[in-house]
């Protein structure tokens, strides 16, 4: 159920959006990036991650075009894309400014970012028995953010068309300004 409610307000931070290119940054297995290119048929769709064999084999699977890279610096030229996407990404970076500066730079119109929304996500972990040595935090969750300090940090680069809060993530859609 909370995959269906992530997943469903992931379709919403897409709806009326027609990209010419996607890139998802953080791409991990490629489940995203291939749920976007079943969105959009017919525009090409890119995934990043950093180097992985396991990554690389996930990626072949699905048929996944994906490069390897850091989100600090996107290998890719200025206004490269439509659309730039990190989904459950800028929790695990040291300089989340700098990948929003980044993804601003590569994106000619939008971007689509998630976040665990916290404590809502520790406390989740915590109640299931995770994490509690770490007070529910994941490992390699080194930024943790309210809903409302999300959207701050966004909305310092960008300008916020929506947001939705489906339990227990922050996900937000902003355009270039």
Known sequence: RLMAGFFGALDRALQNV???AVLEVGAG????TARLRERFPGVPVFGLDLPDDETADHWSEKGVDGVFGVIHHL???DRSFDLVLAIEVLEHVRF???????M????RD???VSVPREPVWRAANMARGKYWPELGTTPGHINHWSAAGFRRLVGRRFD????ATPFPWTMVRATRR
């Open 104 to 107: 601003e730079r590569v994106t």
């Open 18 to 20: 027609v990209p010419g």
């Open 29 to 32: 297995e490629g489940e995203v």
């Open 110 to 112: 939008a971007v689509v």
């Open 160 to 163: 916020l068309e929506w947001s």
């Open 96 to 102: 989340p400014e700098l990948a929003l500066a980044e």
């Open 75 to 77: 290998p890719f030229p």
